[in-house]
């Protein structure tokens, strides 16, 4: 059958040059970032100082707008960030964790910056609790839940597990903490882009993630979606003269807070990777997320399919409605391999615990898996016959 998706392959250069299979780690570069990236450094040089007015300042907003929108989100409830480490610091400092409701639950599956982050704020008085995997695939769900409890304040949880590509059960967890009066901070990096994400449907209380895997959207850009009810009221303590109710008055004293999403921001927006992370975006809406994941399931089944023919471990889950866009495959010397598959360009990234990581995107064809799984078979054959 006729991949329609395939027609994109030409708005990536990288695709002619490597089989790139990490859009889980860096999605491919569009061509469209070149010009993107012409129009900042032109409107910077002809226009100068009055680029702000004329559209910087307000690039958070559409970017934010346009991300968004992938994710069913309202007008004007995205900010934008540098990263999602970020975006959990400007939703922590909405709280305050002095009081009997401090408890923070998260699990040992997270993405280790976010796990640093919750960890530290142990020292601003937040409780937290790890719940901690079985198998280093799975996140233990009922687990989860049971550690949800009327103290827990804020659960910041990943959607997509990195590592393994674990499907948390979102709906679950938001109505678990909802029902104990807790909040749900949804890490959606991992999904967003290949696991389709309504955070309406969902009614989860906060979604964060970043543009530069799935989204092909280059490194620069977090967002920050709040439930609009939230937005209003919260008044984040990282806060700076972007949130402020009239940003040029430069008033003195305390902050007014103004509407969201600015009033999430804080200081001057990085308008550079706002602006190179709108190509992708905009791709990502055009070839629609449902056919993203369709192609997604079958491509991840057939390297399971492969992996399985060789007997390598597979750490991810082979239910395709519980997994995400990975494969991590822990064939023997797993490391070695995906440093000589690298140098054959074969785009690929090796985790602890995880092995290697395989992530086709829409953008890539069935030969391309067969040809990874080729050269990780051959690459195995070498290396025994090269042992003494
Ligand atoms: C689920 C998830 N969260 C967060 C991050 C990264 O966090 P940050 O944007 O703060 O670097 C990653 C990977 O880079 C990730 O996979």
Redesign the pocket.
């Known amino acids: 059958m006729a991949d329609d998706l395939l027609r994109y392959r030409s708005e990536f250069p990288i695709l002619s040059e490597t089989t790139y299979l990490i859009s ?2 860096l999605g491919a570069m569009p061509r469209g970032v070149y010009d993107a990236m012409k129009g900042y450094a032109d409107l910077w040089a002809t226009r100068g100082v009055k680029a702000w007015e004329e559209r910087w300042w307000m690039l958070a907003l559409e970017v934010g707008n346009e991300i968004g929108a992938l994710m069913n989100a309202g007008k004007n409830s995205v900010s934008t960030h540098p ?5 959990q610091a400007v939703v922590a400092s909405c709280f305050d964790f002095s009081g009997k409701r401090n408890k923070v639950v998260y699990t040992d599956m ?2 280790p ?2 796990m640093y982050f919750w960890e530290a704020q142990r020292k601003r008085g937040a409780r937290v609790h790890m719940v901690k995997t079985d198998d280093g695939i799975t996140v233990p769900t009922e687990r989860l839940l049971a550690a949800i409890d009327e103290e827990t304040l804020l659960v910041p949880i ?1 959607h ?3 590592r393994s590509a674990f499907i948390n059960d979102a709906k679950a967890i938001i109505e678990r903490s909802h029902r104990v009066g807790a909040m749900v901070l949804l ?1 959606v ?2 999904s967003l882009g290949t696991v389709p994400v309504d955070v309406q449907e969902l009614n989860v209380d906060f979604a964060c ?2 543009v ?2 799935w989204l092909c959207g280059g490194p620069g850009v ?1 967002y920050l979606y709040v439930r609009p009810d939230l937005g209003t009221k919260l008044e984040p303590t990282f806060t700076g003269w972007s949130a402020h109710e009239n940003s040029f008055e430069f008033a003195v004293g305390p902050i007014r807070y103004t509407d969201p999403p600015y009033r999430f921001l804080n200081g001057t927006p990085h308008i550079p990777a706002l602006e190179a992370c709108l190509p992708g975006v905009r791709i990502i809406k055009e070839v629609g997320v449902q056919r993203i994941r369709e192609k997604s399931k079958r491509q991840t089944a057939r390297l399971i399919e492969l992996a399985d023919q060789h007997g390598w471990r597979v750490n991810t889950p082979r239910d395709p409605e519980k997994r995400g866009g990975t494969v991590s495959i822990d064939m023997p010397d797993s490391q070695e391999v995906s440093r000589e598959l690298l140098q054959r360009k074969i785009m690929i990234d090796w985790r602890p615990k995880a092995g290697v990581r395989m992530a086709p995107h829409f953008y890539n064809t069935d030969d391309e898996i067969q040809r990874a799984i080729n050269a990780v078979e051959e690459i195995l054959k070498g290396r025994s016959v090269s042992v003494p």
């Open positions: 889980n780690s990263n999602v480490t970020t975006c997270n993405f910056s976010v990943s997509v597990i990195f890490d990096f991992q993630g970043g530069l895997k977090g």
